[in-house]
């Protein structure tokens, strides 16, 4: 008896994981679609991370709490194109992300108005985060939390242990 309510219950939190992971590439699938930005997985960017420049599109407390190293943090809310184009190159591709692709995808439609070569990074940094890939603190320390934005958009961080606001 007891070894059948064990296979239960773990059928079920692996099959609610599961669940939630389907979900979550749906989602991504539908942002992705909206934004008609060009995309680069997760993997794709760790493999080249040196081949681009980075921007993170989350407001400074988010960024603060953690973010892809060498990152550079141009919020969302006071986003400045000009101030940020200062900073640019035109001969280095660019990868932009936010919690999930949302505000980064809006962003990158404006940089590429503007000329630049530039891909938002699929399902953001809490796809980044899922895979275990590495995140850092201001101070370039690993940091093994990430800002969940809201309540409602924490929920696509697998382990809910390692969000804060």
């Known amino acids: 008896m007891i070894k059948k309510i064990t296979t239960l219950l773990l059928t ?17 699938q539908q942002i992705n679609k909206k934004n008609a930005i060009q995309v680069i997985s997760t993997t794709q960017l760790n ?3 040196n081949n681009y420049t980075l921007l993170d599109a989350r407001e400074p407390k988010e960024y603060k709490v953690s973010h892809i190293k060498s990152a550079l943090n141009v919020g969302y809310k006071n ?3 000009d101030k940020t184009i200062k900073k ?3 001969d280095r591709p660019i990868v932009i992300y936010c919690s999930l692709g949302v505000r980064s995808g809006k962003i990158a439609k404006k940089l590429r108005a503007k000329g630049y070569e530039v891909y938002n990074l699929s399902g953001g940094i809490f796809a980044w985060f899922n895979q275990g890939m590495p995140v850092v603190k201001n101070d370039g320390t690993p940091s093994k939390m990430v800002h969940g ?3 409602s958009w924490s929920k696509w961080v697998l382990d809910k242990t390692k969000v804060t606001y």
């Open 12 to 28: 079920l939190v692996l099959s609610d994981v599961v669940f939630s992971e389907r979900d979550f590439a749906k989602l991504i």
């Open 47 to 49: 493999k080249n991370l």
């Open 79 to 81: 986003f400045d194109l």
């Open 88 to 90: 640019l190159t035109k």
């Open 149 to 151: 934005y809201n309540k």
